[in-house]
């Protein structure tokens, strides 16, 4: 076994262990084997993150001008991309996500912090068309404050940049707390921002447990803005610290997300696109399309191609080039799946493919890509997330039969609409509650493209223009232009 890596957080641009000394493991979840260790961050640690990130906002970062920091914005940018293959490397080893992924997200997160610095300068106030003689009033954006980032363990990259970039863009400093399942990668961009010469506290990134790290710092008093990505089991204690500080919350959670394909369909395209949507990155993607709703004309034709598609995916090492579906990323993932899967077929479903540990290797927790048949969409399968590539297949007759079941979910992420009936396709998306609709496609992002659910899948749109005045305020300021003097203080005017 090689050697195990040892890291430290980033905190106030220095390198340190936690106050305790205390580490936790992280697993390689190829082989689960301990690959790295991290700095168990306790409450001191998140404070001394916190103050320097206070400092920071206080004595220069809230002050430049946006520009200036759009500059740093676009720095962090060029070190990403030539940095891709390295960080793209060290995700995969942390996560089990496949490298061929891994590595060309890496580069794609560069386009959000340039898209960002683009932004800085460019958000404006207003002036108000007062209603009162002599009176200009004016509002202007101000930054926040501190700003507590909280990351999972999937996606690490592209969660941290659509929190990171826009609330750097408008002059607020940031504690970063990584997923302790994934931590590493985030340490190792702790490094590129070195390199950036960004001043010292303006990003500060810290590694330690949802408890008491995460609870530390989403209590904190100086933190103002709470940036939430994760399960929505977590995202009530986040709302719950928030009312100790109260702060500002957003929360980007869970999706059981539904997609329809309609008898008139363009197939191969669907096919591609289901497969994508629910076995790319082996089912761990919060958008993850894992609720298939198939019309009865075509159910049982297409049904057989996709199962032989999910049959012939190829799972491996999550580093070769070849390998269509890497390992899931904890044995935590694999224990619920099995226990929904078992549960479902006690209650009817039928297993069409996958459905049982794959044997790819006796280490690492590798799980095929499977289908289940469900003739309710109430079975657990079809209606719990479970972050891993199964595909719950049910029939429908009709448009409107099938809407009111695909919004028949707690969840509101994404959807997806497959149909080559134009107008068909408009009204079925918007039916849909759901705060993103793929029609004829799925599985794309863009810093442009805003990002985000309803329902039980959070609130609060990450990436897209919008996005960066959720990291300001609304200032108000009234100009007297009156030389008269006020006459009667008792009186509200
Ligand atoms: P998780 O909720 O277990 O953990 C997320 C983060 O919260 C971790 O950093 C964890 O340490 C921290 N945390 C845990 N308890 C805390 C507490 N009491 N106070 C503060 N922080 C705490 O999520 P996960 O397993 O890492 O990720 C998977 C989940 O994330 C899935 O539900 C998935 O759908 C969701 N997700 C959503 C999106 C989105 O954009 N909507 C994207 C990716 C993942």
């Given at each position: 076994?090689s050697?195990?890596q040892?890291f430290?957080?980033y905190?106030n641009g220095?390198?340190?262990?936690?106050?305790s000394?205390?580490?936790?493991e992280?697993?390689?979840?190829?082989?689960?084997?301990?690959w790295?260790?991290v700095?168990?961050?306790?409450?001191?640690?998140?404070d001394k993150?916190?103050q320097?990130?206070q400092?920071?906002f206080d004595n220069?970062w809230s002050?430049?001008?946006?520009?200036?920091?759009?500059k740093?914005?676009?720095?962090?940018?060029?070190?990403l991309r030539a940095?891709?293959?390295?960080?793209g490397?060290i995700?995969?080893?942390d996560?089990?996500?496949l490298y061929?992924?891994?590595?060309?997200?890496a580069n794609?997160?560069?386009?959000?912090?340039d898209y960002?610095?683009?932004?800085a300068?460019?958000?404006?106030?207003?002036?108000v068309?007062?209603?009162?003689?002599d009176m200009?009033?004016t509002?202007?954006?101000?930054?926040?404050?501190?700003v507590?980032?909280?990351?999972?363990?999937?996606s690490?990259?592209?969660?941290t940049a659509v929190?990171?970039?826009?609330?750097l863009?408008?002059g607020?400093?940031?504690?970063?707390?990584?997923?302790?399942l994934?931590?590493?990668?985030l340490?190792?961009?702790?490094?590129?921002?070195?390199?950036t010469g960004i001043?010292?506290?303006v990003?500060?990134i810290?590694?330690g447990l949802?408890e008491?790290?995460g609870?530390?710092l989403?209590?904190h008093?100086l933190v103002?803005?709470?940036?939430?990505?994760?399960?929505?089991e977590t995202?009530k204690?986040?709302?719950k610290?928030?009312?100790e500080n109260l702060?500002q919350?957003s929360?980007?959670?869970g999706?059981?997300?539904?997609?329809v394909?309609?008898?008139?369909?363009?197939?191969?395209?669907?096919?591609?696109?289901?497969?994508a949507?629910?076995?790319?990155?082996s089912?761990?993607?919060?958008?993850?399309?894992?609720?298939?709703?198939?019309?009865?004309?075509?159910y049982?034709?297409f049904?057989?191609k996709?199962?032989?598609k999910?049959e012939?995916?190829?799972?491996?090492?999550?580093?070769?080039?070849?390998t269509?579906?890497?390992p899931?990323n904890?044995?935590?993932?694999?224990e619920?799946?099995?226990?929904?899967?078992?549960?479902?077929i006690k209650q009817?479903?039928?297993?069409?493919?996958g459905g049982?540990?794959?044997s790819?290797?006796n280490?690492?927790?590798?799980?095929?890509a499977?289908i289940?048949?469900?003739?309710n969409?109430?079975?657990?399968?079809?209606?719990?997330?479970?972050?891993?590539?199964?595909?719950?297949v049910m029939?429908?007759?009709k448009?409107?039969?099938?809407i009111?079941?695909?919004?028949?979910?707690k969840y509101?992420l994404?959807?997806?609409v497959?149909?080559s009936?134009f107008?068909?396709g408009?009204?079925?998306?918007?039916?849909i509650r759901?705060?993103i609709?793929?029609?004829n496609t799925?599985?794309l992002?863009?810093?442009?493209?805003?990002?985000?659910?309803?329902?039980?899948?959070?609130?609060?749109?990450e990436?897209?223009i919008?996005?960066?005045?959720e990291?300001?305020r609304i200032?108000?300021?009234?100009?007297?232009?009156s030389?008269?003097?006020m006459?009667?203080p008792?009186t509200?005017g």
């Amino acid at each position: 076994m090689s050697k195990i890596q040892d890291f430290k957080m980033y905190i106030n641009g220095e390198w340190v262990d936690s106050s305790s000394g205390k580490k936790i493991e992280t697993l390689n979840p190829e082989n689960n084997e301990v690959w790295a260790t991290v700095p168990e961050a306790n409450e001191k640690d998140v404070d001394k993150a916190v103050q320097s990130a206070q400092k920071a906002f206080d004595n220069n970062w809230s002050k430049i001008h946006p520009r200036e920091r759009a500059k740093y914005l676009k720095l962090i940018a060029d070190q990403l991309r030539a940095n891709a293959e390295h960080l793209g490397k060290i995700e995969t080893i942390d996560t089990g996500k496949l490298y061929r992924e891994t590595k060309t997200q890496a580069n794609y997160i560069a386009e959000y912090y340039d898209y960002f610095a683009g932004l800085a300068d460019k958000v404006e106030g207003t002036v108000v068309p007062i209603d009162k003689p002599d009176m200009q009033v004016t509002t202007t954006r101000i930054p926040i404050g501190v700003v507590a980032a909280i990351i999972p363990w999937n996606s690490q990259m592209l969660l941290t940049a659509v929190k990171l970039a826009p609330a750097l863009a408008m002059g607020n400093t940031v504690v970063i707390k990584a997923s302790e399942l994934a931590p590493v990668t985030l340490l190792e961009f702790a490094k590129l921002i070195e390199k950036t010469g960004i001043p010292k506290g303006v990003i500060n990134i810290i590694t330690g447990l949802g408890e008491p790290c995460g609870k530390a710092l989403t209590t904190h008093s100086l933190v103002e803005r709470i940036a939430f990505t994760g399960g929505p089991e977590t995202a009530k204690h986040i709302v719950k610290n928030s009312a100790e500080n109260l702060s500002q919350v957003s929360l980007e959670l869970g999706g059981k997300s539904p997609v329809v394909v309609f008898n008139d369909a363009e197939q191969e395209n669907a096919l591609n696109g289901i497969t994508a949507g629910i076995f790319g990155a082996s089912g761990q993607s919060c958008i993850a399309g894992s609720r298939l709703y198939l019309q009865s004309k075509i159910y049982d034709e297409f049904l057989r191609k996709l199962i032989n598609k999910a049959e012939k995916i190829k799972l491996g090492g999550p580093m070769e080039k070849d390998t269509q579906m890497g390992p899931l990323n904890s044995f935590k993932q694999l224990e619920n799946i099995e226990k929904n899967i078992k549960d479902t077929i006690k209650q009817g479903g039928k297993v069409k493919c996958g459905g049982k540990r794959s044997s790819v290797s006796n280490k690492g927790y590798y799980f095929p890509a499977t289908i289940i048949e469900c003739e309710n969409h109430n079975l657990p399968v079809a209606e719990n997330e479970l972050f891993g590539p199964i595909l719950s297949v049910m029939k429908f007759e009709k448009e409107e039969e099938v809407i009111e079941k695909m919004n028949d979910n707690k969840y509101g992420l994404s959807s997806g609409v497959y149909t080559s009936n134009f107008a068909r396709g408009l009204r079925v998306s918007k039916a849909i509650r759901a705060g993103i609709v793929f029609i004829n496609t799925y599985r794309l992002i863009s810093p442009m493209a805003p990002f985000g659910g309803i329902k039980d899948s959070g609130y609060g749109k990450e990436a897209g223009i919008e996005s960066i005045k959720e990291y300001t305020r609304i200032k108000t300021t009234w100009y007297n232009s009156s030389e008269k003097p006020m006459t009667d203080p008792f009186t509200m005017g």
